[in-house]
């Protein structure tokens, strides 16, 4: 079974940064891009970031570009975000997410982990 961890969470105040880890498990995934979504109460699934296997494509959303950094390490199977500059409007629980596609669609992805909350204050 393919599992798919998330850690790294916490309260931070604005202007600090976070690092997010995705741990994946129980597959192999070299033909698989990897994306982070978030997700606020009341809101829905918004895409943050991807990036293939191989890391030879990267797609930011616009929010947060300059500010986020997606970077994989595949020898331990991990991806991870980079959060700087942080903002309350960041504040949401963070999804890990992989699939054979590289997309910024939610639908598209085959697997998600159980997501980890980042909460910044101001």
């Known amino acids: 079974q393919v599992q798919l961890v998330e850690s790294g969470g916490g309260l931070v105040q604005a202007g600090g940064s976070l690092r997010l880890s995705c741990a994946a498990s129980?597959?192999?995934?070299?033909?698989?891009?990897m994306g982070w979504f978030r997700q606020a109460p009341g809101k829905e699934r918004e895409f943050v970031a991807a990036?293939?296997?191989?890391?030879?494509?990267?797609v930011y959303a616009e929010s947060v570009k300059g500010r986020f950094t997606i970077s994989r390490e595949n020898v331990k199977n991990t991806v991870y975000l980079q959060m700087n500059s942080l903002k309350p409007e960041d504040t949401a629980v963070y999804y890990c997410a992989a699939g054979g596609p590289f997309s910024v669609t939610p639908s598209l992805y085959d697997y998600w982990g159980q997501g980890t909350q980042v909460t910044v204050s101001s």
């Open positions: 129980g597959g192999t995934f070299s033909s698989y891009a």
């Open positions: 990036i293939t296997w191989s890391g030879g494509s990267i």
